[in-house]
């Protein structure tokens, strides 16, 4: 797909971050976006904001029928959908493994991977259906789709999930012939000032963490800790990563991120380790803040 212009888009947790740079860029070459979110009082303020062919549905993608209830809405309004992105995505705060609680597995899960499952479920039948070409791109992450930070078990895992999804995704849409399309974007390029680290804003009551944990740190904090140990952060600008994720729709590229070859080298390392029957992780590259 070349042509965003009058297409229509779905962009999940859409009303913030990394998803209101995309409804922002999709917006700027005419396409007909519609912003899913859970946050109601987010999803006000960025339909206030932006102008255009712009509408938003209250949407809790861990939920089948919030998601069905979406498509429902989407097809009422415009008839088809084009540009799907899963990008809602939450994380539980770091902890060994085994100081997780079944509630940070099932909340995460529940919106990282089930979230795209139900977006996939419900939208990619329809999208077949409609006979127009059309793409799927889910959101993953660096931290599990290319290699975990350790103390980051819950969301790592599940953006793993991720990116696993979306490769079988591709092989199938193209094995079945369809005309639709489908890419795993890595949010890349540097550090990410988005509401992921704010994450708990939106954790429901019945999924509360069990027992006690630390506040997980803002974004003020990483860079002070960062200054205090002497370190450089790079962040990423969310527009222009936006604009290189609808760049790498347009070229057809199934890994969207930037400086993928990095990745390629990390992954290139964790599979000589494999080879070797060690653990991936080298415990010397562990950041330290």
Known sequence: MKDFAGKVAVVTGGASGIGRSIVKELLAVDAKVVIADVEQSALDKVLAEFDGEVTGVVTDVSS???????????YAQHGAC??????????????????????DWKWVHGVNVMGVVYGIQVFVPRMIAGGEEGHIINTSSGDGGISPLPYQSVYASSKAAVSIITECL??????????LGASIFYPSGGLLDTGIWTTDRNRPKDLAREK????????????????????????????ELARYCLDGIREERFIIMIRVEDAAATLADRASRYGRAELPIDLAEIPQL
């Open 212 to 239: 006690d944990y630390d506040p997980v740190p803002t974004v003020q904090d990483f860079k002070v800790a960062a200054k205090a140990a002497g370190m450089e952060l790079e962040f990423q600008d969310l527009d």
């Open 64 to 74: 089948l029928e919030s998601v069905t209830a979406l498509a429902d809405a989407v």
């Open 170 to 179: 591709g092989v199938q849409l193209k094995s079945e012939g369809t005309k």
């Open 82 to 103: 084009h540009l799907l992105f899963n990008n809602a995505g939450v994380a539980a705060p770091s902890a060994n493994v085994w100081e997780t609680t079944p509630n």
